[in-house]
T-cell receptor
Framework: ETGVTQSPTHLIKTRGQQVTLRCSSQSGHNTVSWYQQALGQGPQFIFQYYREEENGRGNFPPRFSGLQFPNYSSELNVNALELDDSALYLC?????????????FGPGTRLTVL | DAKTTQPNSMESNEEEPVHLPCNHSTISGTDYIHWYRQLPSQGPEYVIHGLTSNVNNRMASLAIAEDRKSSTLILHRATLRDAAVYYCILRDFSGGSNYKLTFGKGTLLTVNP
C-alpha cells in the first residue's frame, strides 16, 4: 500500500509569486485535506476535497485554492505569496463515506517565501 | 471544535511508561477524543481514538475519565522513537461532515536514553 506523497520537498519563492504544491493520496482514499504548519505551531486546516469537490474550508483567504483530480490526487495553489506563507504544507488523505477517524499525512512541502 | 489543554512539554526515560494528559472540560457527548503525534521532520500520524471506553492498540492506550472531561494517552514503554509532539484533538462527527483536525500546540515529549 503506497502512502501519501508530496512534491516538491522544498521550495523557495519570492513575495508576489505563485506556487503549486502536489499531493498523491493513499491508495483507496478519495478525500484529501491540506494543512499549513508554521514553525512551532500545530497544523492549521486550509481545506478539504472529497470526490473532486471542496468539502470544507478553514480561515484562509481566496488566494489559497485547490483542485482534486479523478485519481484523487490534489494540488494546492497559492497566489500573490506573502512572507507569512512560509510554512510546512501538509496534505492528508482518508477514506470518505464512513467516519474518517484516521487521516494519513504526507511528509510535507517546506515553502520559504523571500 | 471544543478546546483541549495539554502541558507544553514532558520528559521520560527510555523503557519507562509515559502518561500524557489532556483536559477537555467542555467536551460534548458526541465528541470523539483523538491523539496524533508528529515526529521530527515528518507529518502527523494517527495514534488512537476513543469515545467513552478505554482503548488499546499496538501503539498506545487511551484512558478516558468517567466524566470524559479529561483523558490520558499511555505509552507503556517509551522508546527514543516515541520522542515527538503529541496532539489531543476532539472531533464531532454528528453533523455528518467533520472533515478537519483542529490542532493545538500539543505536548513535546522528550525521551532520555
Amino acid at each position: 500500500e503506497t502512502g501519501v506523497t508530496q512534491s516538491p520537498t522544498h521550495l523557495i519563492k519570492t513575495r508576489g509569486q505563485q506556487v503549486t504544491l502536489r499531493c498523491s493520496s493513499q491508495s483507496g482514499h478519495n478525500t484529501v485535506s491540506w494543512y499549513q504548519q508554521a514553525l512551532g505551531q500545530g497544523p492549521q486546516f486550509i481545506f478539504q476535497y472529497y470526490r473532486e469537490e471542496e468539502n470544507g474550508r478553514g480561515n484562509f483567504p481566496p488566494r489559497f485554492s485547490g483542485l482534486q483530480f479523478p485519481n484523487y490526487s490534489s494540488e494546492l495553489n497559492v497566489n500573490a505569496l506573502e512572507l507569512d506563507d512560509s510554512a510546512l504544507y501538509l496534505c492528508a488523505s482518508s477514506r470518505g463515506g464512513d467516519v474518517p477517524h484516521e487521516q494519513f499525512f504526507g511528509p510535507g512541502t517546506r515553502l520559504t517565501v523571500l | 471544535d471544543a478546546k483541549t489543554t495539554q502541558p507544553n512539554s514532558m520528559e521520560s526515560n527510555e523503557e519507562e511508561p509515559v502518561h500524557l494528559p489532556c483536559n477537555h472540560s467542555t467536551i460534548s457527548g458526541t465528541d470523539y477524543i483523538h491523539w496524533y503525534r508528529q515526529l521530527p521532520s515528518q507529518g502527523p500520524e494517527y495514534v488512537i481514538h476513543g469515545l467513552t471506553s478505554n482503548v488499546n492498540n499496538r501503539m498506545a492506550s487511551l484512558a478516558i475519565a468517567e466524566d470524559r472531561k479529561s483523558s490520558t494517552l499511555i505509552l507503556h514503554r517509551a522508546t527514543l522513537r516515541d520522542a515527538a509532539v503529541y496532539y489531543c484533538i476532539l472531533r464531532d462527527f454528528s453533523g455528518g461532515s467533520n472533515y478537519k483536525l483542529t490542532f493545538g500546540k500539543g505536548t513535546l515529549l522528550t525521551v532520555n536514553p
